[in-house]
């Protein structure tokens, strides 16, 4: 898989209250492949072509390359959509991807998991051009799983407070200086203690803004 590592591509972040469906409508056209998971395929009208991931190996994902016509990439779902979705459009297509469970923060990070002789490994793929949250989708979930989902996804950000601190002692330095590079993990912090509330609408848009900026600070961590 190649890598746009170096470039100077920002990805855009936008939430849209329609359905998939009309989201597909203003974003698709002729030449579109829709990357979808086996649960939200339903949300894809008949006819556009698609690619319901099963599986993310290494094999599936050269075979979608070099089999399918497609001149953009629409991932939508979870992350193993939207992971396979980055992979297939690597050096080839403009991808969007519709994030639709904030259960980890890889809705605009350039990599992805993959799996091969049967070990899954995150490799570099490519950043989306735009990450569209369809909040109606994600609100219309069942309560529990929202609950689930979103606990999860801040506990992914928030994990990086240990990955700061394995940085601090690997340099010597102190955590402080460590989490300077990483404001976003902080920013998360603060906000859960003076502002959450429970997981409504305006959680799970700062989950996703929280997200995407972790996203770009890895990316930019890692460039510079």
């Known amino acids: 898989m190649g890598s746009e590592a170096g470039t100077e591509k920002t990805t855009e972040l936008r939430f849209d209250s329609r359905s998939v469906r009309e989201i597909l409508e203003s974003v698709g056209g002729p030449g579109t492949l829709v990357v979808v998971d086996g649960y939200h395929s339903r949300l ?25 016509e497609f001149d953009r990439v629409i991932g939508i779902g979870t992350c193993s959509a939207l992971d396979f979705a980055k992979a297939v459009a690597t050096e080839r297509a403009p991808v969007t991807l519709l994030p639709i469970v904030l259960s980890t923060a890889c809705i605009s990070i350039d990599k992805s998991v993959i799996r091969e002789n049967g070990r899954s490994t995150a490799v570099l793929t490519v950043a989306p051009d735009r990450t ?17 989902t979103g606990a999860s996804g801040f506990g992914d950000i928030l994990a990086r407070f240990g990955a700061a601190a394995d940085v601090a002692d690997r340099r010597g330095t102190s955590l402080a200086e460590v989490l300077r590079e990483m404001p976003d993990t902080t920013s998360v912090l603060e906000w859960i203690l003076s502002e959450f509330s429970g997981f409504d609408e305006a959680c799970m848009r700062a989950l996703a803004r929280f997200s995407h900026s972790a996203s770009l600070v890895t990316i930019s961590n890692r460039e510079s």
Do not use: C, F, Y
Request: hydrophobic letters at 40%.
């Open 44 to 68: 894809v009208p008949a006819g556009i072509p698609r690619v319901v991931v099963t599986d993310n190996t290494r094999d599936a994902i050269r075979s979608v390359r070099e089999e399918r």
């Open 132 to 148: 569209i949250v369809p909040i109606r989708e994600i609100m219309g979930a069942p309560a529990d799983l929202r609950r689930r």
